[in-house]
């Protein structure tokens, strides 16, 4: 069993749609959880980070952490053409020295006109 | 600011030959790590390195791979006698320091095929 499980898609969407990414993991240490975006050929990006459980909003993003239920998502409102990439979910035990992440394998996304 | 510098971009080895990868950090970052990203997979940490010492090798291949960060210079993964298996992507990433995710940045990789 993988320690982060993320479904790999395609997820295809229209333009405006709410998309929903998720990724469980099986390490109870895990204390920060990250999204990471990657375009083709290139390399991740942060788009945004939590730390423990909870809700953190970023314009159009929305990440939460449910820890009980070693569950995160990622919700993007008004999803655009640009969105399309790779969304990667990584997370960290980040025990004060560091870091290294532990990535799901990326869930592919399509915004469509 | 140039970011994280990884090259070459694209690397072609015959199996048996040696690749040597390369990554400038961003300027102030002390700290390099190293991942793995095979087809279909995600990424997979393989090391961790502050200038001249190797802080965190546990995702390394026992063998044919090797890492460095020397004083001046940059940041070189070594793989030995490359086999198929070891093509796939390989991004630096590098942070101002060891603790935190927000500045942790990552380079735009290179792609090794093993022919």
């Known amino acids: 069993q993988k320690e982060v499980e993320q479904d790999p898609g395609p997820l295809s969407v229209p333009e405006g749609a709410i998309v929903s990414l998720n990724c469980t993991y099986s390490?109870?240490?895990?204390?920060?959880f990250m999204w990471y975006r990657q375009y083709s050929r290139k390399g991740p990006e942060l788009l945004m980070y939590t730390y423990s459980s909870g809700n953190k909003e970023d314009g159009r993003f929305t990440a939460q952490v449910d820890k009980s239920s070693k569950y995160i998502s990622l919700f993007i409102r008004d999803s655009q053409p640009s969105d399309s990439a790779t969304y990667l979910c990584a997370m960290t035990e980040n025990t004060g020295t560091a870091s290294k992440l532990t990535f799901g394998t990326g869930t592919r996304l399509q915004v469509t006109l | 600011n140039a970011g994280v510098m990884q090259n070459p971009r694209h690397l072609v080895r015959r199996r048996g030959q040696e690749a040597r990868l390369r990554c400038s950090p961003m300027?102030?970052?002390?700290?390099v790590y190293w991942y793995r990203q095979l087809p279909e997979e995600g990424l997979k940490f393989m090391v961790y390195l502050q200038k001249e010492n190797i802080i965190d090798e546990s995702g390394m291949p026992k063998e044919r791979f090797s890492a460095e960060f020397p004083k001046e210079g940059p940041s070189i993964l070594r793989i030995q006698q490359v086999v198929r298996g070891d093509s796939a992507a390989y991004f630096c990433?590098?942070?101002?320091?060891?603790?935190?995710?927000?500045?942790?940045?990552f380079g735009s990789g290179t792609r090794l095929t093993v022919v």
């Open positions: 300027k102030g970052h002390s700290h």
């Open positions: 390490n109870s240490a895990f204390q920060y």
């Open positions: 990433a590098s942070s101002s320091s060891g603790q935190g995710v927000d500045g942790y940045t």
